[in-house]
């Protein structure tokens, strides 16, 4: 299995709500990433987890609160989003550790935000 | 700060036809990956390139990495319509950590017509 699923596909909330975007993958890896891409342009890196430790955070407002709770799952929690934070939002995997980086990152498929 | 350019930033080619997307960083790494992005889509490697002088081929692409230059290409050899996408260049920015970060170029959106 060489996949990370991301849900929902899509997700429109209000100002207002809360709501999480979940990402799995079960290919052993032990970091995992969130990115946001506007449309249009690349994405961008919000947060790093290895093993299960928040290692990076890009200076994410904390209306963004990341949560690893194994090493296969990743969550993303959302609350009072603005609509400047509409956007794809990205999970990936890689391994870790020596020569982690000579492997690519996979990217799930992402989940389309939308803030109303 | 590291900074990824890529250029050009709008390709429009016609089939059978070749060119060179390029890419510049503006700090060392030895870590350079090109992926592409079909419109609403996700993200697809291509090519991880891991020391100067490195050249992998899939297809009609090729890229090679020149470190001491900073720079990365991707070229396309006779263009056909299904290489239509998005394309990024991205640069490992914290090279030494044991997990990747990468910083994107802005990309090259490539239209191949008849």
């Known amino acids: 299995d060489t996949e990370v699923t991301q849900t929902p596909k899509h997700l429109v909330m209000g100002m207002t709500n809360k709501k999480s975007l979940k990402c799995e993958q079960h290919?052993?890896?032990?970091?995992m990433y969130w990115y946001k891409q506007k449309a249009k342009k690349p994405p961008e890196l919000m947060f790093v987890?290895?093993?299960?430790?928040?290692?990076i955070n890009e200076s994410v407002p904390s209306r963004f609160s990341p949560e690893c709770p194994n090493s296969s799952l990743l969550n993303l929690h959302l609350h009072a989003l603005q609509p400047e934070d509409s956007a794809l939002y990205l999970c990936?995997?890689?391994?870790?550790?020596?020569?982690?980086?000579?492997?690519?990152?996979?990217f799930g498929s992402g989940t389309q935000l939308s803030v109303l | 700060e590291l900074k990824v350019e890529q250029n050009p930033l709008f390709l429009s080619m016609q089939e059978g036809k070749n060119y060179t997307i390029y890419c510049n960083y503006s700090?060392?790494?030895?870590?350079l990956y090109w992926y592409r992005q079909d419109p609403g889509k996700s993200l697809e490697s291509l090519f991880v390139?891991?020391?100067?002088?490195a050249v992998k081929q899939e297809g009609r692409l090729m890229a090679s990495l020149d470190t001491k230059a900073r720079l990365s290409t991707l070229h396309i050899t006779a263009a056909v319509h299904d290489l239509s996408a998005t394309y990024f260049c991205?640069?490992?920015?914290?090279?030494?950590?044991?997990?990747?970060?990468?910083?994107f170029g802005q990309g090259t959106i490539l239209t191949v017509h008849p």
């Open positions: 990936a995997s890689s391994q870790v550790g020596e020569g982690a980086t000579n492997e690519k990152l996979f």
């Open positions: 290919m052993g890896h032990r970091a």
């Open positions: 987890y290895s093993y299960e430790k928040l290692s």
């Open positions: 700090t060392t790494s030895d870590r």
């Open positions: 390139l891991l020391s100067n002088g």
């Open positions: 991205a640069v490992d920015s914290d090279g030494g950590t044991s997990y990747g970060k990468l910083t």
